[in-house]
């Protein structure tokens, strides 16, 4: 059977697994790690890729062994009819899933960038797993909730694993599209020419001197682009492909052809702005399913998008003219530069000053459009091959590739006769290798950035009483104060949803009928408690619309001036944290 | 410069209705969508009705599709789209469109209408947001939440008098910012602190403060206003403008219908905006960014076409081209169609002569055209709560620049001259029902006439403006294959050029269409005739020594360099002439055939179309 068929088994195969360790003194070290080997899904290991059946029948089984704990539910369809998988992660325990603050994981929005899949699914794994002798993953579960899809694409996912593709083809969806503007669509594909099930490089010798490339005389498998003076044999002449419409050009208008990370609705351009987008933002089922998800789930508080290579951790703007709300600008790097520690060689950095302008990108549309904390972390760093323990050059990085996956990631270079260049070569790298680990080091890079994603979890906005005093002001009128914190990173509107007006504002409610609530006012510090203005007439003091939250790391001080004895109850309601009700009594 | 109400008035939505739909409109509108159905059955042969969604309150959004019989299939032809009614307060828009397309379908079959409608298709969408159209409110009646008080249409104008409008309110407070304008009696505006004047009044929307938030009426169930949901510098989070871009069925449906349809070589728009009376703005941005106004290399088409319009219609005055979230910069600068926009109630050049006021005003520039989304907002915004609000301290900026008083007086005059009484009601005293307030006047300018055509004019407006729609008919762009001329190098052996032109007015592409790669463009294609069917003709190299192959030249060339009338573009092959097949030329669009020709054989004369 072609091992492609179904998964993809990242190379090499030939290293031991890496699941959990054995010895007693690792245990000792690793709290969480098995005394007893695991059986079932807990004793699965994370050394492959799946394709979108696969990646099904993953969550079914996870969701058969937690019942309690998931629910898989269909969002909508896409282009090709596959199922958009929503896994929801809750403790019922403790409260429906829509009450608590919650985590929204996806991956896959590019279809040859298929690792985030696992990544986000492996972060579930772990967690269920561990939670129930891990006190600090318990809390994170009872406390917090999960959306993940591990699948944005999975047309996209399924072309890759099917079809003979490269390491980058393709990032797009399966909506046919007419690239090359002739009116026809997807009429021009990449062609595997020589049906090896890749598609790979074609290159032709020329005379000396014609030529930009020349063959490393230390490994042949390498090619060297020539330097200024040198003389080089060999020209590229691009993936693997014919012109199958007779319009001069090569592969101009494959299948897709779009970008669905250009196709959400913040800053938005078209295609002459932003290559890759679609006629109309949110143009695709995909994007309409997940924004429709999302909007129907005003808890999600934190957005992490996987993608594929890199080695980043990335957050918008994604142009230059776009500017975030500087209050953000904290949060953000508190938690960006948390993940430069836990995934090594990993970079905190901005899209559009650190990489590239993007509009329309997803995580730019989930903080502009719905005010929401969101990262992208690009998953493979090339420098874990060597470990960073030395910088190399391409050439030496395909080597040291190639020596510790004993050559399975190259296809040797053999003759073509093609119809338009003549006697060609066709040759290169095979899709699994290049943009994503081989399976020796998947689990670790599976871990790091669930840890990543868990550290951003646990760093969801969490509302506490932080202190009540009540005292006199006078005959049977008292000041009531009331404290509360936030004490996690994300707080409890970001700056952008108060600037926008995004969402609803929190609220604090005065829910008792009395004592009689006679007016309200903020205030500052314990030392000026009498100096904050009375909020204003429109503001009903039993109903204070909190519009910019609980910020992060902050407080929030009110000071009631009530009339009589009692139980004041209050609740602090707020759409990204669970609601806190507490009583206060006067006497 | 003091704002005045009528300032206020002029740039707020107009009318609230009652919060319950107004059964006139709403029956108008049902009937309207019931005859677009009776008419396909009186011209079956001319008119189609296409759905193209379902607007929030599951109404139809129907299109209208008149293509004549004629030789080319109506979606093959190069089309015309109207679009009426995106502004629910303008049903008088939607009527004059269907009157427009009654008038059309009558038309006898020699008649110029005809003979244009036979080669062209025009696509009519009158009731482009039919549930504002139903109850006359600017917007789709979308919840949206206004205030953000964490409620939606909670405090909405009511119509306190029971006279069936909710104009304003004023009374006497402390606090007030407002008199009465000594020149007008009235009207009023804001107290002008420089002129030692000291504010008397408060000036509310008529209603009450329904969710006892100490404001009034700030948060009526509008909804989004579809003339702010387009992506074309969309304006995200401002008031109106939707959740997200294209967030509403009725936007979303229009949207597609432009997109899907690749043959739309020109949009016209009846609405609130204009880009016909003067030649609109060109783009200020430089480089890759979003463009703000025209590209100057497409400037001459809407000037040229402003001319047109100005002739048919014998209409001057200020262009009013807003962009952002508008649908017909949308058209422009993303689908690369030039979209016209109108409006046709139109009272700025007449009321020019009749008010005295105007003819003391210096002439001024509108400063609305290509601004911000800020300010945009404040145009169509809700009605402010209180005046001294952020809207007015905007407007008294904008006074200050001495922006506006002319227009308001034209309005007014203009308002005065079609509905006489009904233009200005009268302060009247009425007992306030609730809080402090005891007694208000309620009255003030019927501003909501100003989205209204007034009945004297709506013939001639149908009538010119259908002479100017049916004009653009004949400036579609009209690419064809013409002389094709054949040379022998050798035996067998064929040289061959082709000339295609454009017939047409429009280029197939304008400039920005350029960026966009849109609408699709036309291809010559060489290929093998076989009986019946055609096959790729293959380049030398690759075909048998003794059939007919390609020598030189593409198998397919895309015609991207035709500009307007008369340009044309020169092709040149040369093909081996073997046993079977006859090599042919195909001048296509997408998978259609627009035109084919037999290469002449050598010593033959030109193969004839096919």
Redesign the interface.
């Known amino acids: 059977m072609n091992p492609l068929r179904h998964t993809v088994r990242a190379l090499p195969l030939l290293l031991p697994l890496l699941l959990p360790a054995v010895t007693a003194t690792t245990l000792a070290a690793q709290g969480e790690a098995d005394l007893i080997a695991p059986t079932g899904i807990e004793a699965m290991s994370w050394d492959r890729f799946r394709d979108y059946k696969g990646i099904v029948e993953l969550m079914q089984a996870m969701q058969k062994r937690w019942p309690d704990n998931i629910t898989l539910t269909p969002i909508g369809k896409s282009v090709q009819g596959r199922t958009l998988w929503v896994m929801t992660v809750n403790d019922p325990k403790t409260g429906e899933h829509s009450t608590k603050p919650a985590m929204y994981v996806d991956a896959n929005i590019h279809g040859n960038e298929v690792q985030g899949a696992e990544a986000a699914l492996y972060m579930v794994w772990y967690l269920l797993r561990f939670a129930p002798r891990v006190p600090r993953l318990q809390k994170i579960l009872s406390t917090r909730v999960f959306y993940i899809i591990p699948s944005v694409n999975p047309d996209g996912r399924d072309y890759w694993f099917h079809k003979a593709n490269t390491a980058s083809s393709s990032r797009s969806g399966q909506e046919p599209v007419?690239s090359d503007?002739?009116?026809?669509f997807d009429e021009d594909p990449p062609n595997d020419l020589d049906k090896d099930g890749h598609i790979t490089m074609m290159r032709k010798k020329v005379p000396m001197g014609e030529g930009s490339f020349r063959i490393d005389p230390a490994d042949p498998r390498i090619m060297i682009r020539v330097g200024r003076g040198e003389k080089g044999d060999y020209n590229f002449l691009g993936s693997e492909g014919i012109d199958d419409?007779?319009?001069?050009r090569i592969n101009e208008d494959g299948p897709g052809g779009y970008d669905p990370n250009r196709d959400w609705?913040?800053d938005?351009?078209?295609?002459?702005?932003q290559r890759g987008a679609r006629?109309?933002?949110?143009g695709l089922p995909e994007s309409r399913a997940v924004?429709d998800f999302l909007?129907a789930h005003p808890n999600v508080a934190g957005v992490q998008a996987y993608h594929n290579a890199g080695g980043m951790i990335l957050r918008g703007p994604g142009s230059q003219?776009v500017k975030y709300a500087s209050g953000d600008k904290r949060p953000y790097d508190i938690i960006g530069k948390k993940g430069e520690e836990l995934i090594p060689f990993y970079r905190y950095m901005v899209l559009w000053d650190d990489l590239y302008t993007v509009h329309g990108g997803f995580v730019d549309w989930t903080y502009?459009?719905l005010g929401i904390l969101s990262f992208t972390n690009e998953l493979w760093a090339r420098t874990r091959m060597d470990q960073g323990r030395k910088k190399l050059d391409r050439a030496a990085s395909t080597k040291l590739g190639g020596d510790l996956s004993f050559d399975s990631h190259i296809v040797p270079w053999k003759e073509y006769e093609h119809?338009l260049y003549g006697k060609i070569e066709i040759g290169g790298s095979v899709k699994n290798s290049g943009r994503m680990p081989p399976s020796f080091l998947i689990q670790e890079m599976l871990h790091r950035n669930s840890a990543f994603v868990l550290y951003q979890t646990e760093e969801l906005p969490e509302v506490t009483l932080a202190k009540t005093t009540v005292t006199s002001a006078g005959k049977d009128l008292y000041y009531v104060d009331v404290v509360l914190e936030n004490k996690r990173v994300t707080p409890t509107r970001t700056a952008q949803a108060t600037t926008?007006?995004?969402g609803?504002?929190d609220?604090l409610l005065v829910t008792s009928t009395t004592p009689k609530v006679l007016q309200a006012s903020r205030f500052r510090d314990a030392f000026r408690k009498n100096q904050g203005s009375p909020l204003p007439?429109?503001?009903?003091a039993t109903r204070i619309?909190i519009?910019e939250g609980i910020p992060s790391r902050g407080k929030l001080r009110i000071r009631y001036l009530v009339q009589g004895k009692g139980t004041l109850r209050l609740t602090y309601e707020a759409e990204k944290a669970k609601n806190l009700n507490f009583e206060i009594e006067i006497h | 410069m003091i704002p005045s109400l009528l300032t206020l008035l002029s740039i707020l939505p107009v009318p609230i209705p009652p919060q319950d739909v107004p059964a006139p409109q709403a029956q108008a509108v049902s009937a309207m969508l019931r005859g677009l159905h009776g008419l396909v059955s009186q011209h079956p042969k001319r008119l189609q009705i296409e759905e193209w969604g379902r607007s929030r309150k599951d109404q139809p959004l129907l299109v209208a599709r008149v293509a004549f019989p004629g030789e080319v299939p109506a979606l093959q032809r190069p089309a015309l789209l109207l679009v009426a009614g995106l502004d629910g307060r303008r049903l008088d828009d939607s009527r004059i469109a269907i009157a427009q397309l009654e008038n059309i379908l009558k038309a006898a079959p020699e008649s110029e209408t005809a003979k244009r409608l036979a080669t062209s298709t025009l696509y009519i969408l009158p009731l482009a947001n039919p549930d504002g159209l139903a109850r006359g409110i600017a917007g789709n009646g979308a919840p949206y939440d206004d205030d953000h008080d964490g409620r939606e249409g909670e405090d909405a104008p009511e119509d306190l008098d029971g006279d069936g409008r909710a104009l304003w309110m004023r009374w006497k407070d402390a606090e007030g910012s407002w008199i009465e304008d000594p020149d007008h009696a009235g009207l009023m505006r804001k107290a002008d602190p420089e002129k030692n004047e000291r504010g008397v009044y408060r000036v509310e929307r008529e209603g009450f403060d329904a969710d006892r938030d100490e404001r009034f009426n700030e948060d009526a169930p509008g909804g989004v206003l579809l003339e702010r949901n387009f992506a074309q510098l969309y304006p995200e989070h401002e008031a109106g403008a939707g959740r997200y871009v294209l967030s509403e069925p009725e936007s979303l449906a229009l949207a597609r219908f432009v997109s899907k349809h690749p043959r739309l070589q020109l949009v016209v728009s009846y609405g609130a905006t204009d880009n016909l009376l003067e030649t609109p703005k060109k783009n200020s941005r430089k480089g890759r960014r979003a463009p703000t106004g025209y590209f100057e290399q497409d400037l001459w088409i809407y000037k040229q076409l402003g001319e047109l319009y100005r002739e048919a219609t014998g209409r001057e005055g200020k262009n009013h081209d807003e962009w952002p979230g508008r649908f017909h910069s949308w058209v422009y600068a993303h689908m690369g169609i030039p979209c016209l926009s109108t409006s046709l109630v139109h009272w700025s050049d007449k009321a020019k002569k009749e008010d005295p006021d105007a003819s003391k005003e210096e002439p001024e520039k509108r400063p609305e055209e290509n601004k911000g989304p800020e300010e945009a907002r404040e145009d169509q915004a809700p009605p402010a709560s209180q005046p001294g609000t952020k809207t007015q301290d905007k407007l008294k900026k904008k006074s200050s620049k001495g922006s506006k008083q002319s227009d308001e007086s034209k309005q007014r005059a203009w308002l005065e001259k079609h509905y006489g009484e009904e233009a200005f009601l009268p302060w009247k005293l009425h007992q306030f029902p609730e809080g402090k307030i005891r007694e208000i006047e309620i009255g003030g300018l019927n501003e909501g006439l100003l989205h209204r055509i007034p009945e004297s004019e709506k013939d001639a407006i149908t009538t010119n403006h259908l002479d100017f729609l049916l004009s653009l008919l004949d400036r579609m762009p009209q690419v064809t294959l013409g002389k094709v001329t054949s040379k022998q190098l050798a035996p067998g052996i064929v040289e061959v050029e082709a000339l295609v032109s454009n017939e047409g007015w429009l280029p197939p592409r304008i400039h920005i269409a350029t960026l966009l790669r849109r609408p699709v463009l036309p291809r010559l294609e060489a290929v093998l005739a076989t009986g019946t069917d055609w096959q790729p003709l293959l380049p030398a190299q690759e075909a048998r020594a003794t059939s007919t192959a390609l020598l030189t030249g593409p198998r397919m060339t895309l015609i991207s360099d035709l500009e307007g009338k008369g340009s044309h573009s020169k092709l040149r092959w040369t093909f081996r002439i073997g046993a079977e097949g006859q090599p042919t030329l195909l001048l296509r669009i997408g998978d259609r055939v627009l035109a084919s020709r037999a290469i002449p054989t050598p010593n033959a004369k030109n193969g004839g179309g096919r």
Request: aromatic content about 12%.
């Open positions: 007419d503007g002739d009116g026809l419409d007779g319009d001069g609705g913040s938005w351009q078209p295609g002459w702005l006629p109309l933002p949110f924004r909007l003219y502009m459009g119809p926008k007006k995004i609803k504002p609220f007439k429109a503001i009903q619309p519009e």
